[in-house]
């Protein structure tokens, strides 16, 4: 089944985009107060200047009414280095940001319970990573464009578990999936289904190889040992 995460992804970076857009309008109409003080964890609703030796400049912490919020370093006005962004429904990316975006190392966590842990690139998940979703599904593996892809391992709740290649979040290539009840298949997959083709191995330690059904049965020409 195809996760939600590149619809996650997707809803961070249009709020992200919100934030970008409050930011100007808080930089050219509402100009926040200065901070006070030293201790930037004390900073809210304010603006200062603190430039580190890496030479990133912080502006301190920024929020609005709409509950967006993001405390973290910022590059010729943009979030760039690590961050903490949070949104109005409570889901929060911790991470790194280059030029606005979400990139390099950083975890996602929903309000509902979706986790997303690993690599970032321009605002999607791109690399390893880890995601889980609420109902406990939990995928291992690589991810291009906010999309499982390239080899992985999913594990669901129930026990079932695929590992192999995937394609846009579909199974798709050489595989190996496992069901409920033990009994695996090994073969092709295409667009997130089973081919006509492979290998069945049950729990006794028979094998069937030959023609299968779109639902895995055994079903034309085949050897069963």
């Known amino acids: 089944?195809?996760?939600?995460?590149?619809?996650?992804?997707?809803?961070?970076?249009?709020?992200?985009?919100?934030?970008?857009?409050?930011?100007?309008?808080?930089?050219?109409?509402?100009?926040?107060?200065?901070?006070?003080?030293?201790?930037?964890?004390?900073?809210?609703?304010?603006?200062?200047?603190?430039?580190?030796?890496?030479?990133?400049?912080?502006?301190?912490?920024?929020?609005?009414?709409?509950?967006?919020?993001?405390?973290?370093?910022?590059?010729?006005?943009?979030?760039?280095?690590?961050?903490?962004?949070?949104?109005?429904d409570g889901d929060k990316y911790v991470g790194e940001f280059k030029d606005g975006d979400m990139n390099g190392q950083g975890t996602y966590t929903g309000a509902d319970g979706e986790k997303y842990v690993g690599e970032w690139k321009d605002g999607e998940a791109d690399g390893q990573g880890t995601y889980t979703n609420a109902d406990g599904d939990k995928y291992v593996g690589e991810f291009k464009d906010g999309d499982m892809n390239g080899q992985g391992t999913l594990k669901y709740a129930d026990g079932r578990e695929y590992t192999g290649g995937w394609i846009k979040s579909n199974r798709h290539g050489q595989g190996t999936y496992t069901s409920t009840n033990g009994v695996k298949y090994v073969g092709e997959f295409k667009d997130g289904n089973l081919n006509s083709q492979g290998t069945l191995i049950f729990t006794d330690g028979s094998k069937y190889f030959g023609e299968l059904n779109k639902n895995g049965n055994m079903n034309g020409q085949g050897t069963y040992t």
């Open 1 to 88: 089944s195809r996760f939600k995460l590149l619809n996650i992804i997707q809803k961070m970076k249009k709020l992200l985009g919100i934030l970008v857009l409050g930011l100007l309008f808080c930089n050219t109409v509402l100009a926040l107060p200065k901070c006070v003080g030293e201790d930037t964890s004390k900073w809210t609703m304010c603006e200062e200047t603190k430039i580190f030796l890496s030479g990133l400049t912080y502006f301190g912490e920024w929020k609005d009414g709409n509950g967006l919020k993001y405390v973290g370093e910022w590059k010729d006005n943009k979030k760039h280095g690590q961050g903490t962004y949070t949104n109005a």
